[in-house]
């Protein structure tokens, strides 16, 4: 933390809502509070809004170095889309890209996206196949027992599902390691079928039918989607919609709650030290970087927010201008299984997936290196990376051609993992937001590591701000 000698400290200003962080948690529950009517400061440690969310356009590419898309799971995304005003520029994924491949035997084959071509596919074996059979009659696991993803799979699926199904979806999700992921944690939904209905196949058959006698829809069939102008294009519109409440370059400093509620908090903006309160403050960074302040009102968090890990993520995008020598880019990309021991996590066929993502006739390919799987492949050179994937993608693809355009981002700290014993962490920060009222903890690393996740759970947290400083009024304590 600074001291009082670093940089000229300001008198004290009073603002109602403070939001460490802009990334899409932070902005988008900012925003929210805005269109309530609330006086919200959104303090951003970054030159820039949005977090891992960044988007370039250089010499005729789009270059999305985080997030590609969003999945629309639910009608609260497309009215939120709406609202900012960025349903205009809203592309759903190409047709094409609804086809999807993994890597076996180190040729890509299509995944089986209905029962009919799983029957057929030749991504599994017959043994496969027939294991899952017998899924329905498996006991659940006891309630008191946390397993992780792969010991759950291969309980309920079997061994050879696990390697090739889950482990790479895993991988595409979290960049993380299924023998070390929480299924009770990562994978909620899928965890909750076996709660429920005691089979993951008789859950999705009866949770089908209960949808449809809702009237909702599958979250699995829900629309793949992003910008004209990429990803970056959302983290941009909410930062103008809030102006000059969105200061950048500003790291917190201290943060203190007040005797009568409340906190005080120190930030250092253009190296001068500057002093507000607040009647309410949301914590949107991730869990390592709100450690230091968080453990100054409960000293045992900061350990347990240090300890989630977070994968480090190397991204390699390979533009090419004219039409590339290589296998038909005619899907979404495709995914690598662990016991395939290639050296990257995947690859997305950017230019099939979106429109205007290469110049015309060219294409753009993302591959992601490193995750909980290969870390240390992450942090090497720039040139080794890009040489890397020229190499595994000639491999995999029969990639022929040399690219025009090159652009690699190192994320240190990029996806947080739901480890075993994440919801005890999380309890821990329930437990600290009873303790402080008006602290309010959000961020990927709580409820869900998407874009998607993080819009939605926006709400919940605008809400409950809005519930307390009420409730604080109503008290005679503040506005």
Known sequence: ML??????????????????GAGI???????????????????????????VVMTERSEGFLVD??????????????????EIGLGDQRLYGNEQAQRRYILRGGRLRALPMSPQAFLTTDAFSLRAK???LAEPFIKPAPPDREETIAEFVKRRLGQEFLDYAINPFVAGVYAGDPKQLSVRSAVRKV????????SLIKGQIKGARERKRRGTGDKSKAKLFSFQEGMGHLPRALAEKLGDRVVTGAA???????ASGGFSCRYQHHEKLQSLTANAMVFAIPAHAAAPFLEGLQSDIGPQLKSIPYARVAVVFLGFSKPISCRPLDG??????????????????SSTLF?????QGGAALTTFVGGMRQPELAELPEEALVSLVQEELSDIMSLRSTPDFVRVKKWAQAIPQYEVGHSDKVAQLERLEDAHPGLFISGNFRAGVSAADCVLNSEGVADRVLVHLVSRKSEGRGS
């Open 3 to 20: 001291g009082p000698g670093r940089g000229m400290s300001l008198p004290s200003k009073k603002t109602q809502v403070v939001v460490i």
């Open 25 to 51: 948690s932070g902005l988008s529950t900012a925003y929210r509070l805005s269109r309530a009517g609330l006086d919200v400061l959104v303090l951003e440690s970054a030159d820039r809004a949005g977090g």
């Open 65 to 82: 170095l985080g997030p590609t898309s969003m999945l629309e799971t639910s009608p609260k995304i497309r009215a939120f889309i709406d």
């Open 130 to 132: 027939l294991r899952l």
């Open 191 to 198: 965890y909750e079928l076996e709660l429920k209905y005691g």
């Open 252 to 258: 917190l400093a201290s943060l203190t709650p007040e």
């Open 332 to 349: 979404f990309g495709f995914l690598v299984p662990e016991v395939e021991q290639r050296r990257i996590l995947g690859t997305i066929w």
């Open 355 to 359: 429109p205007r993502r290469a110049p």
